[in-house]
């Protein structure tokens, strides 16, 4: 579920889950992908008035297109290392490319445009965006592979093997320093923050999916209760009582479907 932020680059888009007894009409869809590139394709329409919640960290980047108050906006949006204040305006329709772990848009280096630094490409007619000094058409939910296979041919999206690899605990036939230089490339963070981020996240699924505290610091591989506190603060936001709460006032941006890290 998307929400689009007004910060000190204008227009931003986070993600926001909504409590079922929030008064915002908001509806969302997501779709897996068969693109190497592609981590997952979602789409949501905001109908009722802003709402403020908490951006919380991510560790992927996408691409999004946001229609609001008459125009077209698509947006570089980087990963986020930490939580951040944010609200979501009315009216607004998103659709967002999120990118598998590994893929980077060398115009856009991820640590450019992390932690709400996201960038806004200029319209070219209403229809099309500038990139590269072309005119591309706005992708949309449908033909996003599309989309991405043409900015792969134009050498615009890359995919670095050795990410996945790292992440997915396959040997590597190169050092470690040469490794860790092209995960921070990539993906704009380390290693090791790539998986702190992705348990907090996890962990934050679990309470809210009504499992106890001592549980989740069991299941999500916690040193003990103080280390899950002191992780969830600095990545959601909020404490494992905050969220178990649900306080709407201050709800959380979307998690999708979180894995274990």
Do not use: C
């Not at 980087?78 to 609200?87: K, N, Q």
């Not at 001592?214 to 209760?225: N, P, R, S």
């Not at 649900?246 to 979180?258: A, G, I, M, Q, Y």
Request: glycine share 6%.
């Amino acid at each position: 579920m998307i929400y689009l932020l007004s910060g000190n680059h204008g227009w931003e888009v986070a993600l926001l889950a909504v409590p079922q007894t929030s008064s915002i009409d908001l509806t969302a869809d997501e779709r897996a992908s068969d693109s190497p590139y592609i981590e997952r394709v979602w789409r949501s329409t905001s109908d009722g008035s802003r709402t403020a919640f908490t951006s919380i960290a991510e560790t992927h980047w996408s691409l999004v297109v946001t229609k609001i108050q008459g125009q077209t906006i698509l947006t570089v949006k980087g990963p986020e290392t930490r939580p951040s204040p944010a609200f979501g305006p009315s009216e607004a329709e998103h659709f967002g490319i999120m990118f598998k772990h590994g893929t980077l848009m060398p115009l856009f280096p991820a640590g450019m445009v992390m932690d709400r630094h996201d960038i806004n490409l200029p319209d070219a007619s209403g229809q099309s965006f500038w990139l590269n000094g072309s005119a591309w058409e706005y992708p949309t939910f449908e033909n996003a592979e599309t989309f991405v296979q043409r900015l792969v041919r134009d050498g615009l999206l890359l995919h670095d093997p050795v990410v996945s690899a790292m992440l997915e605990g396959e040997p590597v036939n190169t050092s470690l320093r040469t490794v860790q230089r092209r995960f921070l490339r990539a993906t704009g963070l380390t290693h090791n923050t790539v998986s702190q981020i992705k348990r907090a996240r996890y962990a934050t699924t679990l309470l809210k999916s009504g499992m106890s505290i001592l549980d989740v610091v069991d299941e999500a591989g916690y040193a003990d209760q103080p280390h899950l506190t002191r992780s969830l603060k600095q990545y959601i936001g909020k404490t494992p009582v905050q969220i178990i709460a649900e306080d709407e006032r201050e709800p959380l941006s979307f998690l999708f479907k979180t894995y274990p890290f």
